[in-house]
Every structure is written in C-alpha cells, then in structure tokens.
C-alpha cells in the first residue's frame, strides 16, 4: 500500500560544545490520506524536530538531518535541496506547517492580507484580487468575523485565539494534501482549544486533507486523533491506533503518561500518580533504553542489552521494550 508520507529511520543531530545531541534517532512512522495522526510525548522528546526535518526546516550547523527517508509523492524529499525550487513548492503548496506561536511566525510589520497573499502569488500564481479574494475565504472558512476589515490589521491586533486561525488559513490556502500542527493550541484558552481543533477536522473532513497533531495533551489526540506514535527521547516507543494506546498501553513511558492525567472516571480524590525523576540529557545518550532509570518495570536485561527496536504485538500495534507490561 502506498502512503501518503512515509518516514523511515529518520535521524536529526546537533552538534553542541557540550557534544551531539541526537533530537531524532532512526525514527519510523506513516500517513495516509484523509487520517489524522498524533505524535505525543514530553517536551524535548523530538517531535518538533522530526517534522521540521520533513519540512527541511533544521537549521545547519547545528543541526543535521544525518539519516533517513522522507517519501512523499514517490520522492524522497531528503534529496531535495532545502532551499531548491522543487522543496520550496512542496512547502506550503502540498506540505503545511502550523507552527507553534503564531506571535513569533506571523511578520509583526506587516498586514494579514499581505502575509496571505503572497503565499497565493507565489505558488498558485493568482494576481492581486483574486489572492485577496481567496485569503477573505479562508479567512471566513475558520470562524474569523467581519474577515473584510480585519485582512487588514497587523498581527498585534488579533487575539492569540485569532492569531492562530490566520495561521490555519495560511497552512490551508495553497490547498496542501498534508497538515502539519505543531502545538497548535499550547498559547489559547481551552474553549478556543476545542473550536480551533472543530475546525481542523472538519478541514480534513470537507477538503480530505491529512492531519499531523504534534502535541502532549493526551485528551487532543485522544478525541481526534486515528493512529498516535508515543515519543521520548527521540525515539518512538509505541504506536498503534487511539483505541490500542489508550484501552491496552503497552509501554511503561506510555502507561506513565495516562496515569499523570486527572479522569473523569475515576474516583474521587485519588491522587495522580507522576513519572518519577527527569528525562534524560539528550547530549550523549547511552545505546541502551533511555527510559530505563525512571522505569518501575525494569529488568535485568534492560542494563546489559542495547535499546529494542519496535516490535510488532500484532493488529498494528507495536512497542520497543523488552517487555509487555500488560501481561505483568
């Protein structure tokens, strides 16, 4: 079967004065069309990286894309060069990237319609009307109201709520076969969480766009997400469909995680139970598994034997542990 993206043993390195710094180590992961994916673990466990990566977005030096394959459209987008006419034409025209904050990606000098139709004119030629024309859509297409005036203001003027619903018609006006969303609700309050998430399926749903969620709230990926990879330092420790991950986790970082988030189901005042002691310093990090010193599940071969590959457990669902935790 062919995917839309398939990324194989994917390695993203930095070169510190402290030493290298492996943000991405031999990742693996795929998507197809119309899926939505989550991409979780805690900060600093690569997840930013790995689709910066895809994007050739890694600033170098320090950072270098050592390893890997990205294929997209039957071409590995690896081979490309990063500022190449070929790669910049994939970036916004059929790969999107929603960043982070939108403060700090959107020009603060300049107005929204000039930021929206300038991706129109490059990569869909469209002249100056019908770029403004287009941006007015999007603009109404992600609940912004009186959109006509409001193409106007700066970035400064707009709400971190609707700061972010520019970015998403941004990402979305060159009509990209593939989302990306990089925390795209880490800097809004939780109602306008849930209707810039509303708007995005329903993005994927009408234009059968693919969506990438990189996040750590596990409720997002939880609600909205077909397929969730689990990362930590910068490997993928499991992955399977929502389902899989949340009703059986397999793996001790990923049963960590849902024990650390407060339920609704569960009793009342029972305490959370927290991931002891710190992730690891990703300078130098041993061949051995990285989760290993915080792990309550940790054997003797988890010392002596170098970090597991993902393993199959059958039906999609896969793990690297020397272990399952659910037959303990």
């Known amino acids: 079967m ?32 119309q899926e939505i994916i989550g991409l979780i673990g805690e ?16 600033q170098s030096p320090p950072g270098k894309i050592v390893d890997g394959q990205v294929i ?9 060069k990063p500022h190449g006419d070929e790669m910049c034409a994939i970036r916004g025209g059929k790969i999107s990237l929603i960043f982070q904050e939108p403060m700090t990606s959107l020009n603060p000098v300049l107005t929204i319609r000039l930021q929206m139709t300038e991706m129109l004119e490059i990569h869909l030629h469209m002249d100056e009307n019908t770029a403004k024309k287009r ?5 109404n297409l992600v609940g912004c109201p ?3 005036a409001r193409i106007n203001w700066y970035p400064h003027q707009f709400s971190g709520g609707m700061r972010q619903r520019v970015m998403i018609a941004m990402a979305l006006s060159c009509n990209p076969k593939l989302l990306i969303a990089d925390e795209p609700t880490t800097a809004v309050d939780v109602t306008t969480q849930a209707q810039l998430l509303e708007i995005m399926k329903d993005i994927v749903m009408r234009f059968h766009i693919a969506l990438v969620i990189v ?3 596990l409720g997002i990926v939880a609600r909205y997400a077909n397929r969730i990879y689990v990362m930590y330092a910068g490997r993928i420790v499991e992955s399977g469909s929502s389902e899989q991950v949340f009703a059986n986790p397999s793996h001790p970082y990923t049963l960590g995680l849902l024990k650390s988030v407060p339920r609704l189901d569960e009793t009342k ?15 130098n990090l041993s061949v051995m598994c990285a989760f290993r010193p915080r792990c309550p599940y940790r054997t003797e071969i988890c010392d002596g034997e170098p970090w597991p590959e993902l393993r199959s457990l059958g039906n999609g669902h896969s793990i690297s542990c020397f272990m399952d935790i659910r037959k303990t």
């Open 2 to 33: 062919t995917h839309l993206l398939e990324v194989n043993n994917l390695k993203t390195y930095f070169k510190t004065e402290m030493g290298q710094v492996k943000a991405v180590d031999g990742i693996s992961y795929y998507i197809d069309e």
């Open 43 to 58: 900060s600093g466990c690569g997840k930013s990286v790995s689709q910066l990566s895809v994007m050739q977005l890694i």
């Open 72 to 80: 997209f459209g039957g071409r590995d987008l690896l081979k490309l």
């Open 135 to 139: 941006a007015l859509e999007l603009l």
């Open 146 to 148: 009186d959109a006509e």
């Open 215 to 217: 996040t750590h709230n």
């Open 269 to 283: 005042g029972k305490r959370l139970v927290p991931i002891e002691g710190l992730p690891p310093n990703p300078i």
